[in-house]
């Protein structure tokens, strides 16, 4: 299952699939790698990866496959990193409740946590880069 995000990508995209306590280790560093590539510093890149490693921690509790992806976005001139797992046991839960939990376990580290669907429930966190400003040349 694939997520739809609520922006525009752009590269890096990246994923990590999470079956044993090992991926949670490799979800960090594919976390800093990816905001390496987007020019995040080294305190962003740092809470990135921790939020990643958490989220990573926390599906890998279900006992099931899941595939946490990485990947840059675009919101108007701003670029950002979207770190997203769709989450299917979370189907049917409130999505206050997902996001009241959460915002306390890693709220401090991304600057948004956002949770969509009904049928594929996704959790995206976010992390704007600030200070810099998207060319459609880029890409």
Known sequence: MTARSPYPTRPPILSVKVEDTMDIMIARDT???AATLLGFTSARRAQLASATAA???LVL???DLHEIRLNGVIDGVKIGLQISVVTPWLTGVSANNVLVA???KI???VDDILFLGDEDPT?????WLHDVHYDENEV
């Open 55 to 57: 989220l990573a921690e």
């Open 31 to 33: 976390a800093r790698r």
């Open 102 to 104: 959460l915002r306390s």
């Open 61 to 63: 509790k279900t006992g």
């Open 107 to 109: 709220g401090e580290l």
């Open 123 to 127: 959790i995206f966190l976010l992390m």
